[in-house]
């Protein structure tokens, strides 16, 4: 499978009367990508904004990020999810590099919802403070949904992902600035030189844990709640097979931003033929019953070592319950003889002091570690606001709360906040892009 | 400018040495010892030393404590420094005991310095900033510069890094940091994986804790001709307490003969356990030690012979590792007389 991506930087945003890339600059008319958006027509409110580093601008609550992607052959970038179900990982897709499409709720927010800050101390705590991002800010009519605490967020994230791909389609005829190309032989089909190296596997432990579907990872549109895992081609995440879902606290978030670009991935591509001999991807879940997560490790651990991996490299997302299914695939691939590397977040507590993972084995001894979901963050207030910060203390965001005896409320008269990292969009970023680690002190 | 005041033991207090290891706490105004040499760094006046003996904190350690802490009672105090104690035990756990009683009290940084090896560090270290100290005093030096380090930094409200980088135990406590090198989890990941699948040395970033779990021992396949000692960590001792075994946080042991004894009379023997009320064990040391009930066993035949000795220390606040130290001191015992199975008592 080789993939093509070619790549258009995205140095600067602005609105204006066309949608057009030029020398580096996004055009976007607002009126016409707003009409496109609704017609959904779930969609009751919408407005875009342009959120570049250094904007004193905070979000929330964010919702969804997607790296705006078109294909030139016309197939979908989302395929079974925005578009009809193709094979991806395959041939050319064209992306807008530094840029994201940022999904903010106009009022409402949810568990799963986060913070994302464009300037300050904020800023660092998600790579969206980073790039420059296109803000859809929308409201909806699920009003089934509207005051719970877990939310599905179908109209906004799909709002996302559509517009994303509107777009994107404005470079389809255009020469992209360069191009990355992903190219694995077949894993039985490979020369001495990359044989001899010793082969690796990455397992990708995505969100699944709601039994009620519209909430998990989908795989080509497809609930991840419902497959043991399985063998996919790195390609297929890099390139639209996976859409985030919207379960967890959200620090512990990969979106779909974050599959569309995994450096876990790139790095493995980096070293292959090199140093290992990257075998490709095998795709597992996350599951709530024990014996759920059991049947999954032994799944990881057969496909391992049925395709001869030597190595392996598990990352969850996800804390906490899903720690039991990190734990346990990464000893069912130790008891296989596959030498595994681990990538997580932790959760030790506001005061640092409680147990790292619900469940420890000594079998686990690399592991990378991004952050702590309970550190507390406290944040001055920001100019703009974009959607609504009370979201953060009143809809039940996992890092947010609306009183508390010793903190007072998340959100202050002035807009400043106080909140656990939990509610940082991404912000623990265990796909790879965590600069952030744990120290004991 | 801000005040300090030091703790230190007889020794350090040029009081005396092991004969002087009874006296009783007193403070004097100024710099004794170490403190003479904290000043020269210290961001703050050491206006007093607190000289305690060891034995006298090990033994009447509330009687220590409750005199030490009137002392300080009124006194303009900052910090409040204790060591450095180096490998000495006592010192170690005298020091951790009264940094923790100032700190409860007066609600002030307080730092030590201690070397790994030192039964304090394990007992206090979740409760206080212990520097990681030499082992000998001839690393004076070294260590109150260290300790002068991290104190400047709290007095001055300066944030306090990380355990590694600046010289202390860890404290039970992770946080997260970023890192100054901004290299990215992929990185890591990829660093590590490598060295792993090559066998080469790597650095976890989460450790996790050894659970140091001991098989359960296959059954006595027959008791009847078997061998069986008695061990305890209930703390009962010939009432004279010949090998000095501490009350609590033990780090000795003792064995005694009870070949020719019925029984382990009343006033003969006591425990010396500071964790439960001794009262019943007092009265009657073989609900604790059942030697009674044991030489009746003999008698009917139940098992083959006892071992003549029974083996002594105290549970309460015993580190893992002095524990484990303890057990591989009387293991040679027992296999050179050749025992098949041991009752561990626990209390």
């Not at chain 1, 064209?94 to 994201?100: D, E, F, I």
């Not at chain 1, 596959?338 to 147990?355: F, L, M």
């Not at chain 2, 659970?211 to 006595?220: G, N, Y």
């Not at chain 2, 005694?256 to 009343?266: D, I």
Request: include cysteine; charged fraction near 25%.
């Amino acid at each position: 499978m080789r993939l093509e991506i070619g790549n258009f930087y995205v140095r600067d945003i602005v609105l204006g009367s066309d949608l057009v890339y030029e020398n580096g600059t996004l055009t976007i008319n607002k009126e016409e990508a707003l009409k496109f958006i609704c017609e959904d027509d779930r969609i009751t409110e919408a407005d875009i904004y342009i959120a570049k580093p250094g904007d004193k601008i905070r979000m929330c609550p964010v919702k969804e990020a997607i790296e705006p992607r078109v294909r030139p052959d016309g197939r979908s970038v989302f395929p079974g999810y925005e578009g009809e179900l193709a094979q991806a990982g395959d041939g050319v897709t064209y992306a807008l590099k530094n840029c994201s499409v940022l999904v903010v709720g106009r009022h409402w927010g949810g568990f799963q919802d986060g913070i994302i800050d464009m300037s300050g101390e904020g800023q660092k705590y998600t790579l969206f403070g980073e790039l420059n991002n296109i803000v859809l800010v929308a409201d909806t009519n699920e009003e089934f949904e509207k005051r719970e605490q877990q939310k599905k967020n179908d109209a906004l994230r799909r709002a996302g992902h559509r517009l994303a791909e509107y777009i994107a389609a404005t470079v389809k005829d255009l020469q992209p600035e360069d191009a990355e190309v992903y190219e694995l032989e077949p894993m039985i089909r490979r020369t001495e030189d990359v044989e001899k190296l010793p082969s690796v596997v990455y397992v990708m432990q995505p969100q699944s844990q709601m039994e009620e579907m519209g909430y998990n990872t989908l795989v080509y549109g497809w609930d991840m709640n419902h497959m043991v895992p399985t063998v996919m081609h790195p390609n297929e995440i890099l390139d639209g097979a996976v859409i985030s879902g919207s379960f967890m606290p959200v620090s512990s978030k990969w979106s779909t931003y974050d599959y569309q670009n995994c450096p876990n991935i790139k790095a493995l591509y980096q070293e292959h033929g090199k140093t290992i001999n990257f075998l490709g991807i095998v795709m597992s879940n996350l599951n709530v019953a024990l014996e759920q997560k059991e049947r999954a490790a032994l799944f990881v651990a057969q496909l391992a070592k049925t395709l001869g991996a030597d190595g392996a490299v598990v990352a969850e997302e996800g804390y906490g319950n899903p720690d039991a299914d990190f734990i346990g695939c990464y000893v069912a691939l130790e008891d296989a003889g596959v030498k595994t590397v681990g990538v997580t977040n932790e959760c030790t507590g506001r005061d640092g002091q409680s147990q790292p993972l619900v469940t420890l084995d000594e079998k686990c001894d690399a592991i990378v570690s991004c952050g702590n979901v309970s550190e507390l963050i406290k944040l001055p207030p920001m100019d703009i606001v974009l959607g609504e910060l009370e979201a953060l203390g009143r809809d039940g965001l996992s890092g947010g709360w609306a009183d508390d005896e010793l903190l007072g409320p998340s959100v202050k008269p002035d807009g400043s906040i106080i909140m656990e990292n939990n509610a940082m969009f991404c912000g623990d970023r265990v796909c790879g892009w965590s600069t952030k680690t744990m120290k004991e002190f | 400018m801000k005040k300090a005041i030091i703790y230190i033991n007889q020794f350090f207090g040029q009081i005396g040495g092991e004969e002087k290891a009874d006296h009783a706490p007193e403070i004097r105004a100024g710099q004794v010892g170490p403190a003479t040499e904290m000043a020269k760094s210290l961001d703050a006046e050491i206006t007093h030393t607190v000289i305690c003996g060891d034995n006298f904190m090990g033994s009447n350690t509330e009687e220590a404590i409750a005199a030490i802490l009137g002392m300080l009672e009124g006194k303009e105090m900052d910090i409040f420094l204790a060591g450095p104690a180096f490998q000495a035990g006592r010192y170690g756990v005298a020091c951790g005991t009264i940094c923790k009683a100032v700190k409860e009290k007066f609600n002030i940084p307080v730092v030590t310095s201690m070397n790994i090896e030192n039964p304090g560090v394990e007992m206090f270290k979740k409760e206080m900033y212990i520097m990681q100290g030499g082992n000998i005093a001839a690393r004076m030096r070294k260590d109150v510069k260290a300790m002068m380090a991290l104190s400047n930094k709290l007095l001055s409200g300066e944030e306090v890094g990380c355990a590694e980088d600046e010289g202390y135990f860890a404290r039970g406590i992770r946080r997260q940091v970023w890192r100054e090198d901004g290299i990215p989890a992929s990185e890591r990941m990829i660093d590590m994986l490598k060295k792993k699948l090559n066998a080469q040395p790597f650095q976890t970033e989460l450790p996790i804790p050894k659970l140091d779990r001991v098989p359960i021992a296959p059954a006595i396949k027959d008791l009847k001709t078997a061998r069986i000692a008695l061990v305890t960590t209930g703390g009962i001792v010939p009432v004279e307490n010949p090998d000095r075994i501490q009350s609590a946080s033990a780090t000795r042991w003792g064995r005694y003969e009870v070949s020719a004894l019925e029984r382990l009379k009343t006033g003969e023997y006591k425990t010396i356990h500071a964790g439960f009320d001794p009262a019943a064990a007092d009265a009657d040391p073989n609900v604790i030690t059942p030697v009674d009930a044991l030489k009746v066993l003999l008698q009917e035949g139940v098992y083959g012979s006892l071992h003549p000795y029974f083996y002594s220390t105290v549970g309460t606040g015993t580190t893992q590792a002095e524990a484990q130290r303890m057990a591989n001191e009387m293991v040679p015992y027992l296999k050179e007389d050749q025992v098949d199975g041991v009752i561990m008592v626990s209390t």
